[in-house]
């Protein structure tokens, strides 16, 4: 197998006394989908939070490529492929749609200190923003102001953000959550079709889209990991069953 | 587009001002572009970057008083003193900057008050360049040799012109991919982040710009007055750039143009406040009572305004 894109290895943080990651170990290999499940409170977000940079383990080391990354803060993680949709979707609410992916492009081609406008470069970005919301089904709501957008929208919107940077590693804190099902079922085949650019770490409570999508499944109680495998393996697990899933899997 | 077409009424009123007014009214105008210059500047980055500057009379104050001290030095030329003054605001923007900007909120509001009082009490120790009692400026700057800032109506469309450019240097900028991530750092500061981009240089350049066009205000400021003190700094008038701003942006959005970082409230509000406080104090010398209740009712009418535009 291909090295890991990312590597978690060892991964611990702890609130005071209570443990939220405890000696977590997790890969993602390229053109996977490795979901994360687990009861709320399990640590998913946390988990997330650590491995693009927002939080800082107290132990442990994160890995992109094999290269260590658990002391860049959030933005040197982000240029070296790393893309997040988050949990509460977070985009510019005060640009329009295809403003924020503009500006997702932009970033993507890094930091740059122009201070007067660059016409070309910004015609060739728009027409990529473009292409990138049809992508993501928002071709007819490129104009719409960010906040005007329906859930949904957003989290589209994000995914377009996400994808702009051309991430070799995904991580998405799930882009299911409150969406409608139609928005749902297209957000799974938008999500599947994504596998052959970038290794993505999914982490969401929609088992029927977990079931679907990933390729191997972490189970995540109390800050560790108590099971791990394909999805008919975890889902057979005995200790999943009691600690997550029920009887209804 | 309204907000363009605000600036242009205002711009254009300015330019006709002259057919009407003498040279008291000249000069009152020209006092009032010079603060819309350092309005402009402080909505730069109150508007397009979301910094509360709270020092910003000291960098207006540090190009007043270079302007002041190249004089006393020998140095009388605008083509060399207005771009130093210039100079060494945006360094004193730099280097407070580069500390300021590490904080958020209120903090930041803080250090920049912190700073403008360090830079006052600078000034008022400058015991070879007056003091407390401020210095006296010669005449003012020439122009390569000639004495054309002397008189009113050149002084009036010189300080109109740079107001002019110095409004759209900041709508250049803020319409730029630089303009653009400082905009959206300051919707939603993490998002930026999370795309790879640190929002930290682009505010400190930012900073830098306004501290520039803040010491270019200055340098005309010293030589309308001909003079300049250790009150150019103080925060009194760091809080009336602010009033200008916001107020001003709510006039602005009062009449559809409105909003911080579109540059025509800024223009607005400087005009507004230095008129309207000439106005009030030909009628009383208690003028701020008047003053005080009418900004309250801005403010409140401008909160009830964007209230109802908010879905």
């Known amino acids: 197998m291909s090295a890991p894109l990312l590597s978690v290895r060892a991964l611990r943080k702890s609130y005071g006394a209570l443990a939220v990651t405890y000696g977590v170990d997790l890969d993602v290999h390229p053109g996977e989908i490795h979901a994360l499940i687990g009861p709320n409170g399990a640590g998913k977000t946390t988990l997330i939070s650590l491995i693009s940079g927002e939080i800082a383990p107290d132990s442990g080391q994160i890995l992109i490529e094999g290269r260590d990354v658990t002391g860049l803060p959030v933005h040197r993680r982000a240029r070296a492929g790393l893309a997040r949709s988050f949990q509460i979707t977070s985009v510019v609410a005060a640009f329009p749609a295809l403003e924020n ?6 970033a993507a081609a890094g930091p740059s200190f ?3 406008p660059a016409p070309g470069a910004e015609r060739a970005r728009r027409e990529e923003a473009r292409a990138l919301l049809a992508r993501v089904g928002l071709g007819a709501r490129a104009e719409a102001p960010a906040a005007a957008l329906s859930h949904g929208e957003k989290r589209a919107l994000e995914l377009a953000m996400a994808l702009a940077g051309k991430p070799r590693l995904l991580l998405l804190d799930e882009p299911m959550a409150g969406t409608g099902p139609d928005e749902s079922r297209a957000m799974v085949d938008l999500i599947a079709s994504l596998k052959t650019s970038c290794g993505i770490l999914l982490v969401e409570h929609d088992m ?3 079931f679907r999508l990933a390729d191997r499944v972490s189970v995540l109680v109390a800050g560790s990991v108590i099971a791990r495998g394909t999805p008919a393996e975890v889902r057979a697990d005995p200790a999943v069953r009691a600690a997550y899933l029920g009887d209804e899997a | 587009m309204r907000a363009a077409l605000l600036l242009s009424a205002l711009v254009a009123a300015l330019a006709l001002a002259p057919l009407a007014a003498d040279t008291y009214m000249l000069s009152l105008l020209a006092r009032a572009m010079i603060f819309a210059i350092a309005a402009l500047s402080l909505d730069f980055i109150l508007g397009g970057a979301g910094l509360v500057s709270f020092g910003h009379a000291a960098l ?3 190009g007043a008083y270079g302007v002041g001290i190249l004089m006393e030095e020998g140095t009388r ?3 060399v003193a207005f771009p130093v003054a210039m100079a060494v605001a945006a360094l004193f923007a730099l ?10 909120g209120v903090y930041f ?20 360049y007056g003091g407390d009692d401020g210095l006296t400026l010669a005449a003012r700057s020439t122009i390569a040799g000639n004495r054309w800032l002397k008189s009113p109506l050149t002084f009036h469309y010189v300080t109109l012109g740079l107001m002019v450019a110095s409004a759209l240097v900041c709508a250049m900028i803020l319409a730029s991919p630089f303009g653009r991530v400082l905009k959206a750092a300051k919707d939603n500061e993490r998002r930026v982040r999370a795309l790879g981009l640190d929002p930290y240089p682009y505010r400190l350049i930012a900073y830098a710009i306004a501290g520039a066009l803040a010491g270019l205000s200055g340098a005309l400021l010293a030589n309308l007055t001909e003079f300049v003190s250790p009150a150019f700094l103080s925060w009194h008038r760091s809080g009336e750039l602010i009033v200008m701003v916001v107020a001003g942006s709510m006039a602005a959005s009062a009449l559809g143009a409105g909003g911080t970082g579109r540059l025509g409230g ?16 030909h009628l009383t010398e208690h003028w701020r009572i008047i003053f005080g209740p009418l900004l309250v009712l801005l403010v409140l009418a401008g909160g009830v305004r964007s209230r109802r535009a908010r879905p």
């Open chain 1, 101 to 106: 992916v503009v500006l997702a492009l932009q």
């Open chain 1, 114 to 116: 122009r201070l007067v």
């Open chain 1, 208 to 210: 029927d889209a977990v």
């Open chain 2, 60 to 62: 207006m104050g540090i």
């Open chain 2, 77 to 79: 030329d605008a083509l």
């Open chain 2, 95 to 104: 280097a407070t900057g580069a500390i300021s900007l590490k904080t958020r």
């Open chain 2, 109 to 128: 509001i803080m250090i920049t008050l912190a700073f403008g009082q360090m830079a006052f009490f600078v000034t008022q120790s400058l015991s070879a």
């Open chain 2, 266 to 281: 800024a223009v607005l509000g400087a005009l507004g406040v230095i008129l309207v406080e000439e106005g009030l104090s």
